[in-house]
């Protein structure tokens, strides 16, 4: 089957850097996306990684390791506004190329 | 303006009503999406189709029909409405399937909060 884990929550001072960290397990797997979430809105796309390395786009990036399984999104120098949920999402080739998310990290930013 | 659009954005209803919802997108997307999102926030994929054809059907009960007229619209219609049924229904879409374009940004509308009582 295919799941992700990712933490539940992150706190973190304004200014500061805070990674959040995704482990997943698929079959086929194509790539890994980041969508954030503000309470009431819709997801938006961040980031999307289907090779190795690192991925930066402003104050954010995102990282993958295939071998590992794993990536992370690194938010930089943190601002009020950033306080949201981050899920990390897999697209996999099998089964229709379906997306799967993660449970979402709620990330509080505090002054 | 709007990229992805849903009507309605709140829909309240009694148990046992059938009830729609539709999504528009005005991006030229080949495939569009239904996710459900529960109170925990997890979201979940439940339909997509490409070019009008349904591609994903995630064991999603037979009470949820998704519609597909054409390539920019895909209605949600559920019969005989339960009270777990109570979330919110994101539509999303995409340039395409397998993102041969390079682009795998999906596009969601606002969503609609559906509360069953």
């Known amino acids: 089957g295919q799941s992700l884990e990712q933490p539940s929550e992150v706190t973190a001072v304004e200014g500061a850097i805070v990674q959040i960290n995704c482990t997943y397990q698929?079959?086929?797997?194509?790539?890994l996306s980041w969508y954030q979430q503000h309470d009431g809105g819709a997801p938006t796309f961040l980031s999307y990684?289907?090779?190795?390395g690192l991925e930066e786009t402003g104050r954010f990036s995102s990282f993958l390791s295939r071998s590992d399984s794993y990536g992370y999104l690194l938010l930089q120098e943190l601002q009020m506004k950033d306080s949201a949920s981050y899920f990390c999402a897999v697209r996999s080739s099998t089964g229709g190329f379906k997306t799967i998310f993660g449970a979402g990290t709620r990330l509080f930013v505090k002054a | 303006d709007t990229a992805v659009s849903q009507t309605p954005k709140y829909l309240v209803t009694q148990m046992g009503n059938d009830k729609s919802i539709k999504c528009e997108q005005n991006?030229?997307?080949?495939?569009m999406y239904w996710y459900k999102q529960d109170s925990k926030k997890f979201l979940k994929i439940m339909f997509s189709?490409?070019?009008?054809?349904?591609?994903i059907n995630e064991t999603v009960p037979n009470r949820f029909s998704p519609k597909s007229p054409d390539k920019a619209h895909l209605n949600l219609h559920i019969n005989s409405l339960e009270l777990g049924d109570s979330a919110v229904y994101f539509c999303?879409?995409?340039?395409?399937?397998?993102?041969?374009?390079?682009?795998?940004?999906?596009?969601f509308g606002p969503g609609t909060r559906l509360t069953v009582l």
């Open positions: 991006l030229g997307h080949d495939t």
């Open positions: 990684n289907a090779l190795d």
């Open positions: 189709y490409n070019n009008k054809e349904l591609i």
């Open positions: 999303a879409s995409s340039q395409d399937l397998v993102a041969a374009s390079g682009s795998h940004e999906q596009f």
């Open positions: 698929t079959s086929g797997f194509y790539g």
